[in-house]
């Protein structure tokens, strides 16, 4: 059973930092582009950041630019998300995508929440 498990959410302080892992079970994961989503109460669920299948080239919302860094291990079937200098607007659930074709599977979410 294809299973893509976030973790390394949580609380913290608007200008602290998290780094979520997101471990890929049950499919060939080399052969994914694999992506970061959230979705803030009340708003559409939108693309955080992007990673091509081989990680050599990667893609990321204007909002997260400079801030966020997306990698991925293919050896450890794991793509992560470096989240630094965070915001309190970027408190939302982020979600694991992994895309091939039309082989598109999700996470179910992990809670971000940046507040003082």
């Known amino acids: 059973q294809v299973q893509l498990v976030e973790s390394g959410g949580g609380l913290v302080q608007p200008g602290g930092s998290l780094r979520l892992s997101c471990a890929a079970s049950a499919f060939t994961f080399r052969w994914y582009a694999m992506s970061w989503y959230r979705q803030a109460p009340g708003k559409e669920r939108e693309l955080v950041a992007l990673?091509?299948?081989?990680?050599?080239?990667?893609n990321y919302a204007d909002s997260v630019k400079g801030r966020f860094t997306i990698s991925r291990d293919n050896a450890k079937n794991t793509v992560y998300l470096q989240m630094n200098s965070l915001k309190p607007e970027d408190t939302a659930v982020y979600y694991c995508?992994?895309?091939?074709?039309?082989?598109?599977?999700w996470g179910q979410g992990t809670q971000v929440t940046v507040s003082s």
């Open positions: 995508n992994a895309v091939r074709g039309d082989n598109v599977y």
């Open positions: 990673i091509t299948t081989a990680g050599g080239s990667t």
